[in-house]
Each structure stands twice: as C-alpha cells, then as structure tokens.
C-alpha cells in the first residue's frame, strides 16, 4: 500500500487571511475559556463568547506595596481605557453584592477578610456586564498566593499585571503626605501631587492607618507574600519602579499593557526591505535568512535566474535586460508570484528585497496575495552623497545609473511609505551588524496586526 501523502501547506492567501483577521489567537482565546469554564453545551459557550466580543478588553492588575501608586495608576488606566476599576474600598462601599455585608461584617469587627471571601467577591463583580464588555483594572489583588490560584481557579486570569517597587524608606515618606478626595476617590500628595483647585484642596482628609508603624507591618506583609504572587504571574508581570515622576510611571505602564504577548500561533515571516542604493539591504537580507532560515530573494538576481535557466518567462525578460530597459511590471509580477508560492517560501518564509519599487507595483503584490506580515522594514537612507561615493567604488557602478536610481528612488518613496504605513525605520548609516540588531528586533517582537489598504 502507498504511502499516504504528506499534506501540503495551505495556500498563502489562506495564511494571510488567517493572520489578517487573527483566526489563531480567537480560537486560542475560545479554547481557553472552555477549559477554565468547563460549560455543558460547549457549541452555545463559545457562540455566546463571540457574541460579546471583548476579546480586545482590558483585563489588568495593578500591583504594589502601600503608598507605590496603585490607586493613581489604576483610576488614570480605568480613565484612558474605559474600563472599571475593582478595590478593595469599591467592592466593600460601592457595590451591591450578595457578599458585601458578609464582608463589611468582618471589617467592623476587625477581622481579617478571609481569602476566599476576597475572591468570591471579585468573581462576582466581574461577572457583571459592564465589566464583561469595558474590562477591568484590579486593583491591589491578588495580595497573596492564595488569592492568586483562587482567582485562576475561578476563571479570572488578568492579561497584564502591573508591579510597582519604590525603596521602604520611599514608601514610608511618601505615605505622610498622601491625602484622598472622598468625592473622586483620587489621590494626592502634599508634596509631590497637590492639587490646585481651592475646593479640591479643602476637602481632602487623610487616609486612615497613616502612622508609619502601621505602613512597616503592612510593608513587611507585602514582602513576605509577593514572592508567591510573582511565581504565579512571572510570564505577564512587569515590574516599574514607582519613584520617579508620575508622567514617567503612567507612559512605562501604558506602553506595557498596550503590548500582546507572543502568540503561539503558526507563523511563516513574509519580511520585505525597502532603501536607496548602497543602502545595505542585500547584506542584511542575508544576515536575516542565514540566522532565521527564511528564503532569501533579490528580485533582479531572480530575473537573471529565469533568463539563465531559459525558462519561456525568461525568454521573454531576456531582451529587457540585454537592452538595459526595465522588465515590465507585469513579467516581474508573474515571475515573482511563481517564486514566492513556491514550497520552501510558503513554508519557511522569504525576505525580499528590490520589489516594489513604487505604490503600482505594491498594489500589484498585494492583488496578488503576496502580502508582507506586519513586520514592514524600511532603509532609512544614509546621507545622500556618502551613499553615492560608497556606491562609486563598486566597478560595475557608473556615476550617471546611481544618480538615475537614487532619483528614482526619491521620487518614489514618499507614497511607497504611506502605502506600508506599518513600516519600520532603521538607520543604515551605522555599522552593519548594529543595523542587523535594530531590524532584528523589529521581526521578532510581537506586534499589533495592521489592517490592509484596500484596493
């Protein structure tokens, strides 16, 4: 009997499509919902998670030791994203939960709120709708471990988690002059966050447990329990240190929580390079696919292929090159398209480089579903005249082609980057192996998906 047939890939069309509407990372997120739920009618479960498509909604905690900025943080995110902000002061005074005045009773009693209760009354505020659809900023929870598992055990696993550190002696100066606005719930500093509206000023009152006794013991209880959180959240969790300007936490915050992180979905590298001559992109395309394994195609190298092998596209670009007019587009198009569908290029990926030259020829690939991921790297130029005489040193260059390519180039670019307005800039004026490093790190950090133009 045969063997069966090894499968072949799927098309790059389909590919794009899935990478484009981000099939992979939906299907990651139902599946993950259907083991933490566990739902008896799974089909209705998932149709139902679709149907609330908050796939994209904040789901962030904001951790930290007494007096690092927590609440700062997480009301100025719950502001900028619209998301709902969970505490310990909303879920015991500002919410009707079935669970509130179990809560509160512990609380006037001067009990310490047991760790299940703490999380069964998170798991109930979170199933409610406006936080389903808007996400929610949790803040100072998990303070322990145990909370912690309670919490994933309960389906409530956060995207982002948040750290803020500052030194002790930081945190018990700053905790003197903290004082709260009863009415926004917000929190200033008389030193470093005072407000300058009179009425705000007149109705500030000091937070309770402010003696700097009672900050150490809460000090030292968040260093003996935040090892065990860290363990549970190493992965999502980044840690910024909250003595430093306001602005400063804020920008550091949001640029995390903004970012995804890696997906573990499939994914074949479509990488293309753009640049002037004597840029140095055939340099780095090599460096890219000798490191990463990814086929490495110069466009007019790939013409001179068809023309030496004779195949019946090369006999027609063969009077093109031996004339020195330029291929038209449509024979590049089809030469390209063949070398690109191939099986190592769908397969392992391709960086390409020479093509396009202009926005017709952009549109061109991507009719033809030849489309760069969102990994868009452009050549910014080195100053026009080094790159002139590093190019007149090559003795196949004459002075009259560059000045023509460079001019071309120029004419051209502009509209060539607003039609790939994902693009990456790296400065190729540097030494080489610092430029391989910048592109680098352009590939391989995950990156929002950008949506195609339309033809």
Same mark, same amino acid.
């Given at each position: ?32 919902? +259907? ?37 700062t943080?997480?009301m100025?995110l719950c ?18 939960l079935?669970?509130?005045?179990e ?17 069964? +009354? ?36 956060p ?50 447990? +402010? ?32 003595d ?11 640029t ?17 390079f ?8 055939? +340099? ?41 007019y ?8 089809k ?13 392992n ?7 396009p ?26 100053p ?38 994902g693009?990456?800039?790296v400065n190729?004026?540097q ?24 033809l």
């Amino acid at each position: 009997m045969d063997a069966p047939a090894r499968p072949w890939p799927p098309p790059p069309p389909v590919g794009a499509y899935a990478e484009e509407r981000e099939l992979f990372r939906l299907l990651q997120n139902m599946l993950e919902e +259907l083991l933490i739920h566990k739902p008896d009618d799974p089909i209705q479960y998932m149709i139902n998670h679709l149907k609330q498509n908050n796939d994209d909604a904040p789901r962030i905690c904001v951790l930290g030791p007494p007096a690092s900025g927590k609440t700062t943080v997480a009301m100025w995110l719950c502001k900028h994203f619209d998301a709902i902000r969970i505490s310990q002061e909303t879920l015991l005074f500002k919410e009707i939960l079935t669970l509130t005045k179990e809560a509160k009773a512990c609380k006037e009693r001067k009990q310490k709120i047991p760790n299940a209760l703490w999380a069964n +009354l998170i798991q109930e505020r979170l199933s409610n709708v406006d936080c389903i659809k808007q996400g929610w900023i949790l803040e100072g929870f998990p303070e322990n471990q145990e909370q912690a598992w309670m919490l994933q055990s309960s389906g409530i696993i956060p995207r982002h988690v948040v750290v803020l550190y500052a030194p002790d002696t930081v945190l018990i100066e700053r905790n003197s002059g903290k004082r709260l606005d009863p009415f926004t719930e917000e929190v200033y500093h008389t030193t470093f966050n005072w407000p300058s509206d009179l009425l705000v000023q007149q109705r500030l009152v000091e937070p309770e447990d +402010l003696s700097e006794q009672e900050i150490s013991k809460k000090l030292l209880e968040y260093h003996r329990n935040f090892p065990g959180v860290f363990q549970i959240y190493q992965k999502i969790l980044k840690s910024i240190n909250a003595d430093q300007p306001s602005v400063d936490v804020l920008s550091q915050v949001l640029t995390y929580v903004q970012t995804r992180h890696r997906s573990a979905a499939p994914f074949t590298p479509r990488i293309l390079f753009c640049g002037p001559p004597g840029s140095g992109k055939s +340099l780095q395309a090599a460096l890219i696919a000798q490191k990463y394994g990814v086929v490495n195609i110069c466009c007019g190298q790939l013409l001179k292929e068809a023309v030496a092998d004779k195949t019946k596209l090369g006999e027609l670009v063969k009077p093109y090159i031996d004339s020195g007019y330029p291929v038209p587009d449509n024979l590049v198009m089809k030469i390209l398209a063949e070398r690109l569908n191939a099986l190592d290029c769908v397969t392992n990926g391709w960086v390409l480089y020479g093509f396009p030259r202009d926005v017709e020829q952009g549109e061109q690939l991507q009719k033809s579903h030849i489309i760069p991921n969102r990994y868009h790297t452009t050549f910014r130029p080195a100053p026009t005249p080094e790159i002139q005489v590093r190019l007149r040193q090559h003795p196949r260059d004459k002075e009259e082609n560059i000045e023509k390519q460079l001019e071309t180039y120029y004419r051209n670019v502009k509209e060539l980057e607003d039609f790939y307005e994902g693009a990456f800039y790296v400065n190729a004026d540097q030494d080489p192996h610092v430029v391989f490093e910048c592109i680098e790190s352009c590939i391989i950090k995950p990156l929002p998906c950008k949506k195609l133009k339309s033809l």
